[in-house]
């Protein structure tokens, strides 16, 4: 069980009910087609008119307000807070004296590598204008990377208010904060007679005018492009001039995060994100947008090119996603430390979460599916939806200004694969994953793996220190890519351990699934990020950055093939959910380095590897990585197809198994030919289909057509198959509660009681009906210099709570704006979180 955290980390409460032997396993739809509209409003038109069932894009306010009545009364809105943007900086080289030396050997002065210009960015750009201006008032600022909204938000935004950072910026202050960094860097000595403001207020160096290279997406015209617009005119009003690259997403994206920071193509890049999931605690959006070792940030983890570093960042992040802490406070410390050191760093700088509109026909489904909360629409609106008309496909579309389906490589193993939402739009109902958080209440909630019996012992010392105090017996193992063996962990300590069970569902190519697949991706993924000698060709150095570093919080397990179960042995904690430490301890069933949904069958995966170390039918030279003179594997291209086809026959003839299979197939009751049997079955998969996506989840793709940029899923029937709509719409329909208004007192008097009347309404996800709240637990918290305070609200009357903030926790106040935040609590489903501003004389 070596791979935790980063290839579990897309976490999803308790033992899995028994699904099996309903009336129809799988979805209720039975086919899917998704494709492609050039323009938003051309594709909002097509829902309306009923050519097209679902528009599976993050449509903003302001062009949903811009549609006319006949077309909004035809279609269901399904409205959450899923998208958010942000600007990101090329901070090459991130020290004095800021030059940056390019590849070829050209020297360009960097402003960006100067920590405290980039700091400045946060002030002089206004998020606020930006929400009212671009999207209308559909979105709210948001400084760091988690909404504003969100519960616990609050404990974050502490430390951009610490910091002086507010919505509206400080425009003055970040022009003198520039000119101060630029004017210092002017006197080092490297820089000295070279770096210099001309008389038109511009700064030059060696002569020319200090340029940054600006991506902005011209393919996000409601958004992105007016944002990089307006920013660059911010940018120029400190003395640094702007090239505005107006360009699509394929451009800026291999542009900004595939080419080597020190190649100089870029400086900064108008981002564009969706929530990825519905979750309730952060962590994963701090780390994933700030962490170097996360592979998101300049450079990407690529061991030959050169790659922001950030030490404190990296091992703070670490404790938090691998559970290396004592008390929810220290979490929270944590936290908070990550976050201030993020906003300092200001290699990411964030601007803004918008409110989403995904857009259904109102007369295409029998009632309201699932959805993600935190991302909208989802596979559990695949899996759930119920088409009125089922002989027809289901039709979906999303939203690509060039008119292509797909940006980047369909590469299952490395950081940068399936690295757009248009492909994660469609693979996350083709893979089923092993856990993941429940859409409505983000619950840690099993699918293919489940736990029970979780243990966690582990004692903390004074410094921070832990010593696990559960010891592993020598049955544990692991696998040792140097040794080539299953090696005993008997000895090591460990902070917990739990029993896993699975589900087996058949591969969509037939082939069985056992606990060989999960020995296959521990082998695997051990083995590519692990360099056991200098030239390995086994290994990946851009995939061990993002793997690694979860080795060392496993220690081993204990494999049961006669019960297919596992007894795991790994360091986690969290006190507030045991269920957070069990699927945090979910054995990774899928070697990928990127945290997107997909995952196929090991032996597609063994192929990939033999491709990428071993050399190719055809040739052509691959790897995990997009890099000069290679080629970065694909399942969906059909050359790459063939060579996979290819190295399976191969594998198919020797009667491959790869070195961490061959101990275990007799524990399995398997053979050679058993293996043997599988490749057969994943080639003729590939001849039938025309590609090597081999999944396992409640859709497969039939088909794809890449000329009409146009790909056919069909439901998967199988009767191994686990799970049905109606199971999942029976087990996560859940109570929703939020804060409709927070009525405060125009101005209060620091010592005084403090009356504060809070609205609120609940429901039943994810059905959009609501009414007063009768039921909803609702709380206020006041947010001073000090730290908090929650206050518990009382109900009135359905619908009204009141509460007092005690003058005794407002008296020594200085005058000024307090945060203070409303809670609603349902039963059993997500909180909501309200802010609002106490303003004390």
């Given at each position: 069980m070596r791979l935790r955290g980063v290839l579990s980390v897309v976490l999803l409460i308790g033992a899995l009910t028994s699904v099996l032997g309903l009336a129809e396993q799988g979805p209720f739809a039975d086919s899917i087609i998704f494709d492609v509209r050039m323009q938003e409003e051309i594709a909002l038109q097509d829902v309306a008119a009923g050519n097209i069932d679902i528009f599976q894009y993050t449509t903003s306010g302001n062009v949903i307000f811009g549609?006319?009545?006949?077309?909004?009364?035809?279609?269901?809105?399904?409205?959450?807070?899923?998208?958010?943007?942000?600007?990101?900086?090329?901070?090459?080289?991130?020290?004095?004296?800021?030059i940056a030396v390019t590849t070829n050997g050209e020297e360009f002065f960097n402003p960006f590598a100067v920590r405290e210009i980039r700091f400045a960015m946060h002030l002089l750009v206004n998020r606020q204008q930006i929400v009212d201006e671009v999207l209308q008032g559909a979105g709210a600022p948001s400084i760091i990377s988690v909404g504003p909204n969100e519960p616990g938000a609050y404990k974050l935004y502490l430390e951009a208010s610490k910091l002086g950072l507010t919505n509206e910026g400080d425009e003055a202050r970040a022009i003198e904060m520039v000119t101060a960094a630029m004017e210092a860097a002017a006197k080092l000595p490297e820089n000295v007679g070279r770096l210099a403001r001309g008389a038109d207020g511009f700064w030059t160096f060696d002569g020319k005018p200090v340029t940054m290279k600006f991506l902005i997406r011209v393919d996000d015209p409601n958004v992105r492009l007016p944002i990089g617009r307006y920013f660059a005119d911010q940018v120029e009003k400190c003395g640094i001039k702007c090239d505005r690259i107006e360009r699509d997403r394929t451009y800026c994206i291999r542009t900004a995060y595939l080419t080597d920071p020190k190649d100089y193509l870029w400086n900064l890049y108008t981002e564009g994100w969706g929530a990825g999931g519905t979750s309730l605690y952060k962590?994963?959006?701090?780390?994933?947008?700030?962490?170097?070792?996360?592979?998101?940030?300049?450079?990407?983890?690529?061991?030959?090119?050169?790659?922001?570093?950030?030490?404190?960042?990296?091992?703070?992040?670490?404790?938090?996603?691998?559970?290396?802490?004592?008390?929810?406070?220290?979490?929270?410390?944590?936290?908070?430390?990550?976050?201030?050191?993020?906003?300092?760093?200001?290699?990411?700088?964030?601007?803004?979460?918008?409110?989403?509109?995904?857009?259904?026909?109102?007369?295409?489904?029998?009632?309201?599916?699932?959805?993600?909360?935190?991302?909208?629409?989802?596979?559990?609106?695949?899996?759930?939806?119920?088409?009125?008309?089922?002989?027809?496909?289901?039709?979906?579309?999303?939203?690509?200004?060039?008119?292509?389906?797909?940006?980047?490589?369909?590469?299952?193993?490395?950081?940068?694969?399936?690295?757009?939402?248009?492909?994660?739009?469609?693979?996350?109902?083709?893979?089923?994953?092993?856990?993941?958080?429940?859409?409505?209440?983000?619950?840690?909630?099993?699918?293919?793996?489940?736990?029970?019996?979780?243990?966690?012992?582990?004692?903390?010392?004074?410094?921070?220190?832990?010593?696990?105090?559960?010891?592993?017996?020598?049955?544990?193992?692991?696998?040792?890519?140097?040794?080539?063996?299953?090696?005993?962990?008997?000895?090591?300590?460990?902070?917990?351990?739990?029993?896993?069970?699975?589900?087996?569902?058949?591969?969509?190519?037939?082939?069985?699934?056992?606990?060989?697949?999960?020995?296959?991706?521990?082998?695997?993924?051990?083995?590519?990020?692990?360099?056991?000698?200098?030239?390995?060709?086994?290994?990946?150095?851009?995939?061990?950055?993002?793997?690694?570093?979860?080795?060392?919080?496993?220690?081993?397990?204990?494999?049961?093939?006669?019960?297919?179960?596992?007894?795991?042995?790994?360091?986690?904690?969290?006190?507030?959910?045991?269920?957070?430490?069990?699927?945090?301890?979910?054995?990774?069933?899928?070697?990928?380095?990127?945290?997107?949904?997909?995952g196929i069958k090991w032996t597609v995966v063994e192929a990939l590897g033999k491709l990428v170390a071993e050399g190719s039918a055809s040739g052509t030279v691959y790897s995990f990585t997009q890099q000069s003179g290679v080629t970065e594997v694909d399942i969906l291209v059909p050359a790459i197809v063939a060579d996979i086809r290819a190295k399976l026959v191969e594998m198919r003839d020797t009667k491959f198994v790869p070195a961490y299979l061959v101990p275990l197939l007799p524990q399995a009751g398997k053979t050679a030919d058993d293996i043997a049997r599988m490749y057969q079955q994943a080639i003729d998969f590939i001849d039938a289909h025309g590609h090597a996506y081999i999944g396992n989840g409640g859709f497969y793709i039939d088909s794809f057509d890449p000329a009409n940029s146009q790909m056919t899923l069909k439901a998967y029937r199988d009767p191994s198959y686990p799970f049905s709509g109606q199971y999942w719409l029976d087990t996560m329909e859940v109570g929703v509660a939020r804060v409709d208004q927070v009525v405060l007192p125009n101005s209060a008097k620091a010592g005084a009681d403090v009356a504060v009347t809070i609205k609120a309404s609940e429901g039943r996800y994810p059905y959009d009906v609501f009414e007063p709240a009768s039921q909803a637990v609702v709380s206020l918290v006041l947010v001073t210099g000090a730290g908090e305070t929650t206050v518990a609200a009382k109900l009135t009357q359905a619908g009204t709570y009141e509460v007092v903030i005690p003058g005794s926790l407002t008296k020594g106040l200085a005058a000024g704006a307090y945060t203070v935040v409303a809670i609603a609590s349902p039963a059993n489903g997500l909180p909501s979180a309200t802010g609002a501003t106490l303003l004390l004389q």
């Open positions: 549609l006319d009545q006949a077309t909004l009364d035809q279609l269901e809105l399904y409205v959450v807070p899923s998208s958010s943007d942000s600007f990101i900086f090329n901070n090459y080289p991130d020290k004095a004296p800021y962590d994963v959006n701090i780390t994933q947008m700030y962490a170097p070792w996360y592979t998101n940030m300049p450079g990407g983890g690529e061991a030959t090119w050169w790659n922001y570093q950030n030490a404190d960042l990296d091992s703070w992040t670490q404790k938090i996603i691998y559970g290396q802490f004592a008390t929810l406070d220290e979490y929270w410390t944590l936290m908070t430390k990550s976050t201030a050191a993020g906003l300092k760093e200001a290699v990411r700088v964030y601007l803004i979460e918008q409110s989403s509109y995904f857009a259904v026909n109102k007369n295409a489904f029998e009632t309201r599916f699932l959805y993600g909360l935190g991302d909208g629409i989802n596979n559990f609106s695949m899996y759930t939806m119920a088409p009125v008309n089922k002989d027809r496909p289901v039709r979906v579309t999303q939203y690509s200004a060039r008119g292509s389906l797909f940006l980047n490589a369909w590469d299952p193993i490395g950081t940068q694969g399936f690295n757009d939402m248009y492909a994660a739009n469609i693979i996350q109902q083709v893979t089923e994953a092993t856990t993941n958080n429940a859409p409505g209440s983000a619950a840690y909630t099993p699918l293919l793996m489940s736990w029970k019996n979780m243990n966690v012992q582990v004692e903390f010392a004074a410094d921070g220190s832990a010593v696990g105090k559960i010891t592993v017996p020598a049955e544990a193992v692991e696998w040792n890519s140097t040794q080539k063996a299953w090696v005993s962990t008997g000895g090591e300590v460990a902070w917990a351990e739990g029993d896993y069970s699975s589900y087996f569902p058949k591969s969509h190519d037939g082939s069985e699934m056992s606990l060989l697949d999960y020995a296959a991706c521990e082998g695997f993924a051990t083995e590519w990020a692990t360099e056991d000698f200098p030239g390995d060709p086994y290994y990946d150095s851009a995939y061990s950055t993002a793997v690694a570093p979860g080795f060392a919080y496993t220690h081993g397990s204990i494999w049961n093939f006669k019960d297919g179960t596992l007894h795991n042995y790994f360091d986690n904690n969290f006190p507030p959910d045991i269920d957070r430490v069990g699927s945090s301890g979910v054995s990774a069933l899928y070697p990928r380095a990127a945290n997107h949904a997909q």
